[in-house]
């Protein structure tokens, strides 16, 4: 099983699951923990081969996105939780999207950040050089790499070294895995692009989240019971750049936040 952590809010009932993306780890919300907990309770999972669960890689079944999901829905079983709110960051987003296909009953709503809903031609030009260089570069090497493109500048350098440090942890097979499930991610995306957002969804997405945020953009304008806020002068893990502004659109969206559906800026 997935190892976990659990922190209970003395005011809330509700619960708030943090799934974060490959190659990082549950310590990408460590700027969300406090603030969320006044509020809810809080369940931060360390996906396979990721975090405390580097050692863990699955049951033996086939290695697909349900069966990272399942990981993840059987650990709300153990503690016993029926239904949850969700957010996740990058690749974390695609999971609960998954989880939404397998058992809608288990969330409540959502928020993506940095969500992964199109690739634009910048991001398959990474995709391709990552899948022909696996097996040639040193994986701390190729992720160090990527994690400057995709959070590029000096406001993200927190996250940077947040990301290099978790990276450590992660088992090298585990993160070539994951690139090997992107084409089977790619070909999902326009369906769910298509289908209605249920339940109610916020993307929160950085204003320089120059790979991600278009598509994002496309995918709100038509989809309803869905939001976007966009965080300025930030890049694609929006959370630990600007934690307090992210922290307060995100409590606020999943305290019933008012508004209609479409594009605001945060």
């Avoid at 996740?88 to 987003?93: A, D, K, R």
């Avoid at 890049?235 to 305290?255: D, K, Q, T, W, Y």
């Amino acid at each position: 099983m997935l190892s976990y952590k659990t922190f209970e809010s003395e005011k809330g009932t509700d619960w708030v699951v943090f799934v974060h993306g490959a190659g990082g780890s549950s310590a990408v919300w460590f700027k969300q923990i406090r603030a969320f907990q006044k509020e809810f309770n809080v369940l931060l999972v360390d996906l396979r081969g990721h975090g405390r669960s580097n050692g863990y890689h699955g049951d033996g079944s086939k290695y697909s996105i349900e069966a990272i999901s399942s990981d993840i829905l059987e650990v709300l079983d153990r503690i016993k939780i029926d239904s949850a709110h969700f957010v996740g960051v990058s690749l974390g987003t695609i999971l609960i999207r998954s989880i939404i296909d397998m058992a809608p009953n288990r969330v409540k709503s959502v928020i993506y950040a940095g969500a992964v809903v199109g690739f634009t031609a910048i991001a398959r030009v990474l995709i391709v050089a990552g899948q022909a260089l696996k097996y040639m570069v040193p994986f701390k090497t190729l992720y160090a790499i990527f994690a400057w493109i995709i959070m590029p500048g000096k406001k993200a350098v927190e996250a940077r070294k947040v990301f290099r440090r978790e990276a450590k942890r992660v088992a090298p097979e585990e993160f070539r895995r994951w690139l090997r499930l992107i084409p089977e991610v790619d070909k999902r995306l326009p369906k769910w692009a298509s289908e209605i957002s249920t339940p109610r969804s916020l993307y929160l997405m950085g204003g320089k989240d120059y790979m991600f945020l278009p598509p994002a953009r496309e995918v709100v304008n038509k989809t309803p019971h869905s939001f976007l806020k966009v965080i300025s002068g930030v890049g694609h893990v929006c959370n630990i750049e600007r934690p307090e502004r992210f922290n307060e659109l995100a409590i606020s969206f999943l305290m019933e936040w008012p508004g209609e559906s479409g594009l605001e800026n945060g």
